[in-house]
């Protein structure tokens, strides 16, 4: 049992923390610590000669800005329990004067841990904060992986419009990015030695390519309606330096996403067509399942469930879902959707029903997520693998 309870309040940039013991008497007056590596290690001064196995520190379970102290903390070997900001909001409503206020709400958070109203945070909790992180920054370079794709094709269609048909609309591929390293315009393909790229063509394609496809090219070079402009060339093999670089960094992402997952063994890894990637986005987003008493806050914390329109008397029946709260759990559910139904039976037989009943794809789709949702929700509240 724990007789000293620190609670801490987080904001984005700045938190506020306070300490009382277990008779309530206060021990530490709350004060003010910035979300750095500066403010932390006053935290932890402040607390340096406290019996760590005596002390648990509360946290509301509020966004991502109280991601990095808790991971800190737990490093430390501070006991963290984290909070429901329902429970706070009670304790508050309690009080006549329902002041919200950093310092006070800080005391609250503490009688929240005396209350035991809290979820002791664990390892698996600290891994699912790292998975999160690693995930999202993946979404991130992927996301500037199609930027500089969609930034390639633009020069090509400058520098050699006609290669696109050349590599059947997909330029893509590792024998474009060859070439394109070596000989980035049709210019310089023109006036290359055809034994040159057709030794490059064969070796990137492995033997796919011979010398008619690059005595092909070197024609469709020669008659290219292409600009000449050797700074387009420049900019194409930067692009390809950096989506190559960009992949190698997914690459490296995808082992640590990997070796995490692994490590839970979560039952999300269970369900057809859900791999590494996706079910590792599904678990972190959702962290601990026990911040949703029920499937339908997971699908409004989701952004699946459908925005209310009203006016009047009048009630929309026909309504799409709302797209709030996390757009990358979102993102994961509804690509699971699309997935399961060609892996599951039940899930096709569903997914075909509501097309039969004259719902469209996107519609069809839509119904097979709320329905994952529901599935996911109970294999996390009760650790059970999927079953077909």
Same mark, same amino acid.
């Given at each position: 049992?724990?007789?000293? &309870?620190?609670?801490?309040? %987080?904001?984005?940039?700045?938190? /506020?923390?306070?300490?009382?013991?277990?008779?309530?008497?206060?021990?530490?007056?709350?004060?003010?610590? +910035?979300? *750095?590596?500066?403010?932390?290690?006053?935290?932890?001064?402040?607390?340096?000669? @406290?019996?760590?196995?005596?002390?648990?520190?509360?946290?509301?379970? #509020?966004?991502?800005?109280?991601?990095?102290? +808790?991971?800190?903390l737990f490093e430390k070997g501070f006991k963290i329990g984290r909070i429901n900001p329902i429970q706070t909001d009670s304790l508050r409503s309690s009080n006549i004067r329902?002041?919200?206020?950093?310092k006070i709400d800080t005391f609250l958070i503490c009688q929240c841990l005396m209350l035991g109203h809290f979820t002791l945070i664990t390892d698996r909790d600290i891994q699912?904060?790292?998975?999160? #992180?690693?995930?999202? /920054?993946?979404?991130?370079?992927?996301?500037?992986?199609?930027?500089?794709?969609?930034?390639?094709?633009?020069?090509? *269609?400058?520098? &050699?419009?006609?290669?696109?048909? &050349?590599?059947? *609309?997909?330029?893509?591929? !590792?024998s474009s990015y060859a070439l394109l390293s070596k000989y980035p315009t049709a210019r310089i393909i023109a006036n290359t030695r055809i034994d040159a790229l057709t030794n490059?063509?064969?070796?990137?394609?492995?033997?796919? @390519? !011979?010398?008619?496809?690059?005595?092909?090219?070197?024609?469709?070079?020669?008659?290219?309606?292409?600009? *000449?402009?050797?700074?387009?060339?420049?900019?194409?093999?930067?692009?390809?330096?950096?989506?190559?670089?960009?992949?190698?960094?997914?690459?490296?992402?995808?082992?640590?996403? +990997?070796?995490?997952?692994?490590?839970?063994?979560?039952?999300?890894?269970?369900?057809?067509?859900?791999?590494?990637?996706?079910?590792?986005?599904?678990?972190?987003?959702?962290?601990?399942? #026990?911040?949703?008493?029920?499937?339908?806050?997971?699908?409004?914390?989701?952004?699946?469930?459908?925005? =209310?329109?009203?006016?009047?008397?009048?009630?929309? +029946?026909?309504?799409?879902?709302?797209?709030?709260?996390?757009?990358?759990?979102?993102?994961?559910?509804?690509?699971?959707?699309?997935?399961? %139904?060609?892996?599951?039976?039940?899930?096709?037989?569903?997914? #075909?029903?509501?097309?039969?009943?004259?719902?469209?794809?996107?519609?069809?789709?839509?119904?097979?997520?709320?329905?994952?949702?529901? =599935? %996911? @929700?109970?294999?996390?509240?009760?650790?059970?693998?999927?079953?077909?």
């Amino acid at each position: 049992s724990f007789v000293i &309870f620190i609670g801490v309040d %987080i904001a984005k940039s700045t938190h /506020f923390a306070s300490a009382v013991n277990s008779d309530g008497e206060v021990l530490i007056n709350p004060f003010k610590f +910035t979300n *750095d590596n500066q403010g932390f290690n006053l935290f932890i001064n402040t607390f340096k000669d @406290f019996d760590l196995s005596n002390c648990l520190v509360g946290l509301e379970s #509020t966004g991502i800005y109280g991601d990095n102290l +808790t991971t800190f903390l737990f490093e430390k070997g501070f006991k963290i329990g984290r909070i429901n900001p329902i429970q706070t909001d009670s304790l508050r409503s309690s009080n006549i004067r329902k002041t919200k206020n950093d310092k006070i709400d800080t005391f609250l958070i503490c009688q929240c841990l005396m209350l035991g109203h809290f979820t002791l945070i664990t390892d698996r909790d600290i891994q699912l904060i790292k998975l999160k #992180t690693l995930c999202r /920054f993946k979404f991130d370079v992927k996301k500037s992986q199609s930027k500089a794709k969609t930034q390639l094709v633009t020069c090509l *269609d400058i520098a &050699f419009p006609e290669l696109a048909n &050349f590599f059947n *609309d997909n330029l893509h591929i !590792k024998s474009s990015y060859a070439l394109l390293s070596k000989y980035p315009t049709a210019r310089i393909i023109a006036n290359t030695r055809i034994d040159a790229l057709t030794n490059l063509l064969y070796s990137a394609s492995r033997g796919h @390519f !011979k010398q008619d496809k690059a005595i092909t090219l070197k024609e469709l070079a020669r008659n290219s309606i292409a600009m *000449d402009n050797p700074a387009i060339g420049v900019q194409i093999k930067m692009l390809i330096e950096q989506i190559q670089m960009l992949e190698k960094q997914i690459d490296l992402l995808d082992i640590e996403i +990997t070796n995490i997952m692994e490590s839970l063994n979560s039952p999300i890894s269970s369900i057809p067509g859900i791999g590494n990637w996706l079910g590792a986005i599904i678990i972190s987003e959702i962290g601990d399942i #026990t911040r949703f008493s029920t499937s339908t806050k997971l699908l409004a914390f989701a952004g699946l469930d459908p925005s =209310v329109r009203q006016s009047g008397n009048f009630n929309a +029946t026909n309504t799409k879902i709302s797209k709030r709260g996390s757009k990358h759990l979102r993102y994961a559910i509804n690509r699971a959707a699309q997935l399961i %139904i060609w892996n599951d039976d039940t899930f096709y037989q569903y997914y #075909t029903t509501k097309l039969a009943q004259g719902k469209s794809y996107l519609n069809a789709i839509g119904h097979v997520s709320h329905k994952l949702t529901r =599935v %996911i @929700f109970k294999l996390l509240t009760t650790n059970t693998t999927f079953k077909k």
